[in-house]
């Protein structure tokens, strides 16, 4: 079994900085696309930044220019640098990856990080 835990949330004040980190646990499994969405009670879901195996990146147009995605993977660790937050950017994130095994693949999710912003 793939876990997915979510670390590095909390409170900070507008204009500063957080990096999340999102650690897969489990051997057997290959690890592709990875993602972090968020989530603001009664509003939609929303897709923050994903990343490639390979290294290439997609932002919401929210998010571009102030936070950064990045993987280890050696360390099957995913990572968001979040600089200059906002108050909006208040949200539960989660993680997310798809895991290969033996020719099939799961959609994994990680439990969530809060992360609050305050003005």
């Known amino acids: 079994q793939v876990t997915l835990v979510e670390s590095g949330g909390g409170l900070v004040q507008a204009g500063g900085s957080l990096r999340l980190s999102c650690a897969a646990s489990?051997?057997?499994?290959?690890?592709?696309?990875m993602r972090w969405t968020r989530q603001v009670p009664g509003k939609q879901h929303e897709e923050v930044a994903s990343?490639?195996?390979?290294?290439?990146?997609t932002y919401a147009d929210s998010v571009k220019g102030r936070f950064t995605i990045s993987r280890d993977n050696a360390k099957i660790t995913m990572y968001l640098l979040m600089n200059n937050l906002k108050p909006e950017d208040t949200a539960r994130y989660y993680c997310?990856?798809?895991?290969?095994?033996?020719?099939?693949?799961?959609?994994?999710w990680g439990q969530g990080t809060q992360v609050t912003v305050s003005s």
């Open positions: 489990g051997t057997r499994y290959s690890i592709g696309v």
């Open positions: 997310n990856a798809y895991a290969y095994r033996g020719g099939s693949r799961s959609d994994i």
């Open positions: 990343i490639t195996g390979d290294g290439s990146t």
